[in-house]
């Protein structure tokens, strides 16, 4: 099942790498483990979630326990501190790596996560657009302090420079992309979007085929998808296990470590946040660390025990609002890249046995699927499906439901951790 060579003659076998994406919480790491260990000669996967590259940013990344750490082997997990910078170029190499190296042993790498850019880079490899010059850093970076934090004045700017970049790729308050906006047009005055390979919506079934032979790698990229409303019922429940496993003590002792900060207290904007620091759920946890750290030193005699429980509430259900828009990120860039095979996941016997089926392939049977007829049909209605009018219709209905922390009682109980974590900063 598994080739011995990359990037070697014309003729040899290449390393097959298979990769496993999918909106959060639909089952891909549960997946990929029943797939490593039913195959005879072994796999070992290499995570691709941009949080769990983190070390100490365990709960909030859902990162494999120890146990399955120890059942199947993972890589590129606690790989970074949350101060470092991690970005998709860095996983890109570091994930490159990784697959020789296991295919040297054997065995079969498996990419399991759902970080669009990452997977991008690491199928596709790195843009085109130049590095930016020492001086062109430094001018963009006073262009971004010169507009103190009021996103729209910067954006305005940044889109005179590359409207298409800024309409297609760029999200609201995501400073880092806009700053590589300002970098890229005072390196060569040019825009960013200029430097962007053909991908997405760009390709057609045939280019795919092309893209796919010119990968350093023959890789097998599989979408999971199943019921948006099954997921954000499940997306919902996880949000109240993390806070319930801990996840605000494990914040605080990142933020006492020096490893996060808690937001504008310490002098902290949204432009300076570090990648780590957008992580949802962490983010959420900051601003409520934060803000509760700001009432009890200033305004005490209002932290009643209704302000608690509604700012409690209303934190939980921010936290799982932007869990779910994050899923609805996912699944609009996926439906447009034609890389990836689609398939459901509801039954996960059935996946598995087409994820194998698709890898026990030989290169160029799998390859032909993507000009198949018939296939590029079933593509198209599995992407409907996720999209369909009754889908769309149902989730206009749908609502949260608290269940860990459907009480005020338990949430007096979470409000007594969060005010213990504050206490513990002075």
């Not at 959060?24 to 769990?52: F, M, N, W």
């Not at 016997?349 to 290169?363: C, F, G, I, S, W």
Request: charged share 25%; net charge negative.
């Amino acid at each position: 099942m598994q080739g011995p060579t990359a990037g070697g003659p014309a003729d040899a076998v290449r390393i097959k790498v298979v990769v496993i994406s999918g909106p959060t919480a639909v089952g891909k790491s549960a997946l990929a483990e029943s797939i490593a260990s039913s195959l005879p000669g072994g796999a070992e996967l290499i995570s691709a979630d941009s949080v769990q590259v983190y070390r100490g940013m365990d709960i909030g990344s859902a990162k494999p326990t120890p146990e399955e750490q120890a059942a199947v082997a993972y890589h590129l997990l606690d790989i970074a501190e949350p101060t470092d910078e991690y970005n998709a170029a860095d996983f890109a190499t570091d994930a490159h790596e990784a697959a020789k190296q296991i295919a040297a042993r054997g065995a079969l790498p498996i990419v399991v996560g759902g970080t669009g850019f990452y997977l991008q880079w690491l199928v596709f490899g790195r843009p085109g657009a130049p590095a930016a010059t020492a001086e062109a850093s430094a001018r963009a970076e006073a262009t971004i302090e010169s507009y103190a934090g009021d996103w729209a004045a910067a954006k305005g700017a940044a889109q005179e420079m590359d409207p298409v970049y800024c309409e297609t790729v760029l999200k609201d308050n995501d400073w880092f992309r806009l700053r590589r906006v300002f970098e890229v047009h005072y390196t060569c005055g040019q825009p960013l979007s200029s430097f962007e390979r053909p991908q997405g919506k760009g390709l057609s079934l045939q280019q795919v085929v092309g893209a796919l032979k010119s990968a350093p790698f023959d890789f097998r990229c599989v979408f999971l998808h199943r019921s948006r409303l099954d997921i954000f019922r499940d997306i919902d429940r996880r949000c109240e296990l993390m806070l319930a496993q801990g996840l605000i003590q494990e914040s605080a002792a990142l933020v006492r470590a020096g490893r996060l900060r808690l937001g504008p207290s310490e002098g902290l904007g949204a432009e300076d946040e570090r990648v780590a620091e957008r992580a949802i759920g962490y983010r959420q946890v900051l601003d409520l660390l934060w803000k509760w750290k700001e009432t009890l030193r200033s305004a005490p005699d209002t932290m009643t025990p209704h302000w608690k429980d509604t700012t409690v509430e209303a934190f939980i259900r921010e936290f799982q609002s932007a869990s779910r828009q994050f899923v609805k990120r996912q699944l609009s860039w996926f439906r447009s890249d034609p890389i990836f095979k689609w398939i459901h996941a509801e039954d996960r016997e059935a996946a598995k046995q087409l994820v194998l089926t698709l890898v026990d392939m030989d290169e160029e049977a799998f390859h032909q699927l993507y000009t198949d007829p018939d296939d590029a049909q079933q593509q198209q209605e599995a992407r409907a499906s996720e999209s369909s009018k009754t889908e769309q219709n149902a989730l206009k209905r749908y609502q949260t439901q608290l269940s860990t922390y459907s009480t005020p009682d338990r949430r007096a109980l979470l409000a007594e951790v969060i005010t213990q974590a504050v206490l513990s900063f002075d």
